[in-house]
C-alpha cells in the first residue's frame, strides 16, 4: 500500500503515517517545515515491518498553489508509484469570539482547512479512477458536526469537507473508490496546544466537559475505518453518537449503520438536547461574571 498523509509531520498526521507504516505502507509525508519533516521521518522508521518500506518527505504549502501540490504529488507517484490512500490531515486552528477573529483568519483557516485538502485529492483522483483502486480520508473534526462557542472561523472549514467528501463519494464510488470523513474529538497534539492559548473561557468549559484523546487512538481508527471503506470515523462513545445524530442525508457503509440511525435518533436527539442546554448555561454563567467584574473594575 502507498499512502500519502499531508500533515503528516506532527499529531495526527503523525500517528497516522506510524499506523500505516506498521502495517507495511510506504509513506509521503506533506507538510512545509522540512526539519519537523525529517524528524517525523526518523521516528516513522523505526516502525518499519520490512527493509524495502520508505519514506518519503515532500516540503509544500498545500493550501496556496494548485500547479505547485499538483507537481509534488506527480513526483512522489514516480518514485513510489501510484497513491493507494490520500489522508488530508493538515490543518490549522484557532478559536476566539466572532467579533474578536481577525478577519484574515477565515479566510486562512478555509484556505488551509478545505482549500487545503481539495488540492491535494484533486491531484490523485485520475489516477485512482483510472486504476479502481483508492482511498480518500479528510480529517475535519466534531467540530465540524456541531458548531460551539469560539469556533465561528474554524467549524465552517471543517463543515465545507463534509460537503466536499458527500459529494465526492457519489462521484467515484462507481469506480471503487471509498471516501471517509473523520472527526477527532479533542487530540493531544502540538496544535491543540496552540489551539488551547487560544480558546475563550467559554470554549475552554464547553471542551472541558469533553476528554482529550491520545493521537494514537485517533489514527488507529481513522486508518482501520478507511481500510474498510467506512464513510464516517467517529472516536469514542461521544464520537459515536454525535455521528448518528448529525448523519444527515450521508452515505450509510452498511444496513447495522443504517439501522442504529433510525432507532437512535429520539434518543441521541433528547441526550443532544440535555448537552447544548448545558452548554447555553456555561455561556450565560460566565457572561454575568464577566459583567459582575465589570462592576468591581468600575468600583475599585
Ligand atoms: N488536535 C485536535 O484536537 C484535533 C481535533 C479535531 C480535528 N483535528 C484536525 O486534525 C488535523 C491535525 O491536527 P493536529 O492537532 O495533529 O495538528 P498539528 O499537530 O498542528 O499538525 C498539523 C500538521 O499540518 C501541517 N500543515 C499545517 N498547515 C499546512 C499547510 N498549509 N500545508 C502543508 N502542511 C500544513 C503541519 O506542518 P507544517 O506546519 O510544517 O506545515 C503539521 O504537520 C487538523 O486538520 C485539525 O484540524 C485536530
Not at 487530540?187 to 480558546?199: A, C, L, S
Not at 482529550?212 to 486508518?223: G, L, M, W
Not at 443504517?258 to 448537552?275: E, P
Given at each position: 500500500?502507498?499512502s500519502?498523509?499531508?500533515?503528516?509531520?506532527?499529531?495526527?498526521?503523525?500517528?497516522?503515517?506510524?499506523?500505516c507504516?506498521?502495517?507495511?505502507?510506504?509513506?509521503?509525508?506533506?507538510?512545509?517545515?522540512?526539519?519537523?519533516?525529517?524528524?517525523?521521518?526518523?521516528?516513522?522508521?523505526?516502525?518499519?515491518?520490512?527493509?524495502?518500506?520508505?519514506?518519503?518527505?515532500?516540503?509544500?504549502?498545500?493550501?496556496?498553489?494548485?500547479?505547485?501540490?499538483?507537481?509534488?504529488?506527480?513526483?512522489?507517484?514516480?518514485k513510489?508509484?501510484?497513491?493507494?490512500m490520500?489522508?488530508?490531515?493538515?490543518?490549522?486552528?484557532?478559536?476566539?469570539?466572532?467579533?474578536?477573529?481577525?478577519?484574515?483568519?477565515?479566510?486562512?483557516?478555509?484556505?488551509?482547512?478545505?482549500l487545503?485538502?481539495v488540492?491535494?485529492?484533486?491531484?490523485?483522483?485520475?489516477?485512482?479512477?483510472?486504476?479502481?483502486?483508492?482511498?480518500?480520508?479528510?480529517?475535519?473534526?466534531?467540530?465540524?458536526?456541531?458548531?460551539?462557542?469560539?469556533?465561528?472561523?474554524?467549524?465552517?472549514?471543517?463543515?465545507?469537507?463534509?460537503?466536499?467528501?458527500?459529494?465526492?463519494?457519489?462521484?467515484?464510488?462507481?469506480?471503487?473508490?471509498?471516501?471517509?470523513?473523520?472527526?477527532?474529538?479533542?487530540?493531544?497534539?502540538p496544535?491543540?496546544?496552540?489551539?488551547?492559548?487560544?480558546?475563550?473561557?467559554?470554549?475552554?468549559?464547553?471542551?472541558?466537559?469533553?476528554?482529550?484523546?491520545?493521537?494514537?487512538?485517533?489514527?488507529?481508527?481513522?486508518v482501520?475505518?478507511a481500510?474498510?471503506?467506512?464513510?464516517?470515523?467517529?472516536?469514542?462513545?461521544?464520537?459515536?453518537?454525535?455521528?448518528?445524530?448529525?448523519?444527515?442525508?450521508?452515505?450509510?457503509?452498511?444496513?447495522?449503520?443504517?439501522?442504529?440511525?433510525?432507532?437512535t435518533?429520539g434518543?441521541?436527539r433528547?441526550?443532544a438536547?440535555?448537552?447544548?442546554?448545558?452548554?447555553?448555561?456555561?455561556?450565560?454563567?460566565?457572561?454575568?461574571?464577566?459583567?459582575?467584574?465589570?462592576?468591581?473594575?468600575?468600583?475599585?
Amino acid at each position: 500500500m502507498d499512502s500519502r498523509v499531508t500533515g503528516g509531520s506532527s499529531g495526527i498526521g503523525k500517528s497516522i503515517a506510524i499506523e500505516c507504516y506498521k502495517q507495511g505502507a510506504f509513506i509521503t509525508l506533506v507538510a512545509r517545515n522540512e526539519d519537523k519533516l525529517l524528524q517525523a521521518k526518523k521516528e516513522i522508521e523505526k516502525h518499519s515491518i520490512n527493509d524495502k518500506q520508505v519514506v518519503l518527505c515532500i516540503s509544500v504549502d498545500v493550501s496556496q498553489d494548485y500547479s505547485q501540490v499538483e507537481n509534488v504529488i506527480k513526483q512522489a507517484q514516480e518514485k513510489l508509484g501510484p497513491v493507494d490512500m490520500l489522508v488530508n490531515c493538515a490543518g490549522t486552528t484557532m478559536a476566539g469570539k466572532f467579533e474578536e477573529v481577525e478577519v484574515s483568519a477565515f479566510e486562512r483557516l478555509m484556505s488551509v482547512n478545505y482549500l487545503g485538502s481539495v488540492y491535494p485529492s484533486r491531484a490523485v483522483i485520475a489516477t485512482m479512477k483510472e486504476r479502481r483502486v483508492g482511498r480518500i480520508v479528510f480529517v475535519s473534526s466534531q467540530a465540524g458536526q456541531l458548531g460551539l462557542f469560539g469556533y465561528t472561523a474554524y467549524s465552517p472549514s471543517k463543515f465545507a469537507l463534509r460537503g466536499l467528501a458527500e459529494a465526492l463519494q457519489m462521484e467515484v464510488k462507481p469506480y471503487n473508490v471509498y471516501v471517509t470523513v473523520a472527526y477527532p474529538p479533542d487530540t493531544d497534539t502540538p496544535g491543540f496546544v496552540e489551539e488551547n492559548k487560544t480558546k475563550p473561557l467559554e470554549t475552554k468549559l464547553i471542551s472541558g466537559t469533553t476528554s482529550v484523546c491520545s493521537p494514537e487512538q485517533v489514527a488507529k481508527q481513522i486508518v482501520k475505518d478507511a481500510m474498510q471503506g467506512n464513510f464516517n470515523s467517529s472516536i469514542g462513545s461521544d464520537g459515536y453518537m454525535l455521528s448518528l445524530l448529525t448523519c444527515g442525508m450521508s452515505p450509510v457503509t452498511s444496513i447495522t449503520e443504517g439501522l442504529q440511525q433510525v432507532v437512535t435518533m429520539g434518543l441521541f436527539r433528547t441526550i443532544a438536547l440535555f448537552y447544548l442546554g448545558s452548554f447555553d448555561s456555561i455561556v450565560r454563567r460566565c457572561m454575568v461574571q464577566g459583567k459582575k467584574s465589570e462592576v468591581v473594575d468600575k468600583t475599585a
